[in-house]
């Protein structure tokens, strides 16, 4: 019989609500094949494996495991947003080395396009340097941007109707105090996260399907000036007496300072000013066909760990791509990303399935066209079609002690290192 061999998991880039439902499809799906020996994580990521920190996953109590599905962002075993860059050879050869010592035969990374870049490369450094390693990779971003822009790769991407939902009742919400505080502050400016596509933006629409609400909503892909978006806004003021605008934070207003993290994203929340600030700004000192001024809501990284409006069909789905991952490991079948796809017909269901990391890697999804509408400050019916299933039903029920919530908290059990502390080529000075 073939000795197990151990796995070792990691998460890249910015958190959901729903990843470490993933973890938990991980951990628990490793139990049921007897190929797969101890599963551990790497702390903070591809870091971890570089510092040889790995959290022994098997030996958690299962009612740790268990509460992962009610614990959002990466808290549990930690994500970051170091890239593995083809010029950083110790860093690639580090990790084989420690897989090595640790008899790792399966590399699962949770994560968007660019990690799954990474998880390709460890798999074919592997295998050139007689590893043998099977690498799988785990989709995740509340962006919705991996994949294509056909879903043939993946129709959509966990912990984005989780964020979706989070965007349907903020506006939802929003729009009872602009209803009723009108006179004095009749617009209402929101930003929401999404550089460069505008999934998240859009997801406002989901709030007023009827289109009942004086919305506009203004994505990164449908970019207009601020004299064009400040007449569409008097506009509305005029026929209705109030607006609400919810805006991309990638949208176009000129410059704003923008920092930028290791792998070369924006990131908007770190930048001098915001997309909602300048709309503000400009609105005010231009006039409003209205008296009162506009104001602002500039969600943050709430909108990746604001647990309790989760999406049960978001945690369900995250869930058996975990374990679908874990299915594609033991099976040895390395160099693919596990899936999720929409079956054809007039209620939604789903599949998982397996695509090739080299082509997840090296795609890049873009809002449909089709889905934004002719005004373009709104988006179709169409999309709404595609994304209403993806948020649930009723609110879920989060496990509570003493009014607080009860989350994972792992033990710290480290596997014993093995080898020389090592620095991250990256970190060095």
């Known amino acids: 019989?073939?000795?197990?061999?151990?796995?070792?998991?990691?998460?890249?880039?910015?958190?959901?609500?729903?990843?470490?439902?993933?973890?938990?499809?991980?951990?628990?799906?490793?139990?049921?094949?007897?190929?797969?020996?101890?599963?551990?994580?790497?702390?903070?990521?591809?870091?971890?494996?570089?510092?040889?920190?790995?959290?022994?996953?098997?030996?958690?109590?299962?009612?740790?495991?268990?509460?992962?599905?009610?614990?959002?962002?990466a808290g549990s075993i930690g994500t970051c947003r170091y890239k593995l860059k083809k010029h950083q050879e110790e860093d690639f050869s580090r990790v084989i080395e420690v897989f090595r010592a640790h008899d790792v035969g399966y590399f699962l990374y949770i994560g968007g396009n660019d990690s799954m870049d990474t998880a390709h490369k460890i798999a074919d450094l592997a295998h050139s340097r007689g590893l043998d390693l099977v690498a799988v990779g785990v989709p995740k971003t509340i962006d919705n941007d991996v994949g294509d822009s056909e879903f043939r790769l993946i129709d959509h991407t966990p912990g984005y109707?989780?964020?979706?939902?989070?965007?349907?009742?903020?506006?939802?919400?929003?729009?009872?105090?602009?209803?009723?505080?009108?006179?004095?502050?009749?617009?209402?400016?929101?930003?929401?996260?999404?550089?460069?596509?505008?999934?998240?933006?859009?997801?406002?629409?989901?709030?007023?399907?009827?289109?009942?609400?004086?919305?506009?909503?203004?994505?990164?892909?449908?970019?207009?000036?601020?004299?064009?978006?400040?007449?569409?806004?008097?506009?509305?003021?005029?026929?209705?007496?109030?607006?609400?605008?919810?805006?991309?934070?990638?949208?176009?207003?000129?410059?704003?300072?923008?920092?930028?993290?290791?792998?070369?994203?924006?990131?908007?929340?770190?930048?001098?000013?915001t997309v909602a600030q300048m709309i503000i700004n400009y609105l005010n000192k231009a006039g409003l066909a209205a008296k009162g001024a506009a104001r602002g809501n500039v969600s943050g990284t709430d909108q990746r760990h604001a647990m309790a409006y989760a999406s049960a069909v978001d945690l369900d789905e995250a869930y058996c791509l975990g374990a679908k991952a874990v299915e594609l490991a033991a099976a040895g079948e390395s160099g693919f990303m596990a899936t999720i796809l929409r079956n054809p017909g007039a209620f939604y269901?789903?599949?998982?399935?397996?695509?090739?990391?080299?082509?997840?890697?090296?795609?890049?999804?873009?809002?449909?066209?089709?889905?934004?509408?002719?005004?373009?400050?709104?988006?179709?019916?169409?999309?709404?079609?595609?994304?209403?299933?993806?948020?649930?039903?009723?609110?879920?029920?989060?496990?509570?002690?003493?009014?607080?919530?009860?989350?994972?908290?792992?033990?710290?059990?480290y596997a014993e290192k093995k080898l020389p502390s090592y620095q991250p080529q990256a970190d060095r000075k």
């Open 161 to 273: 109707g989780s964020v979706a939902r989070y965007w349907m009742h903020m506006v939802q919400n929003a729009n009872e105090e602009n209803a009723g505080s009108c006179p004095a502050d009749p617009v209402l400016v929101m930003q929401a996260m999404g550089r460069k596509i505008g999934f998240i933006p859009a997801a406002a629409r989901l709030a007023d399907p009827d289109r009942q609400m004086p919305l506009q909503i203004y994505l990164a892909e449908s970019p207009c000036s601020l004299q064009e978006l400040a007449d569409n806004v008097n506009d509305s003021l005029r026929s209705n007496g109030r607006c609400l605008v919810v805006v991309s934070e990638g949208f176009d207003v000129g410059d704003l300072g923008i920092v930028r993290d290791s792998f070369g994203h924006a990131s908007f929340s770190s930048s001098q000013t």
């Open 1 to 73: 019989m073939t000795k197990p061999r151990n796995m070792v998991v990691a998460q890249s880039g910015g958190p959901t609500p729903v990843i470490n439902s993933s973890l938990r499809g991980i951990i628990e799906a490793a139990k049921q094949f007897n190929a797969i020996g101890a599963v551990f994580g790497a702390r903070h990521g591809i870091e971890g494996v570089l510092k040889e920190e790995l959290l022994d996953l098997s030996a958690q109590p299962a009612e740790e495991v268990a509460l992962l599905r009610y614990t959002p962002a």
């Open 349 to 413: 269901s789903v599949r998982y399935d397996r695509v090739p990391l080299g082509e997840v890697a090296n795609s890049e999804r873009t809002f449909p066209k089709a889905w934004i509408a002719a005004s373009g400050c709104d988006v179709t019916d169409e999309f709404v079609n595609y994304a209403k299933p993806l948020l649930g039903g009723e609110m879920i029920s989060l496990p509570l002690i003493d009014g607080r919530q009860r989350l994972t908290r792992f033990l710290p059990l």
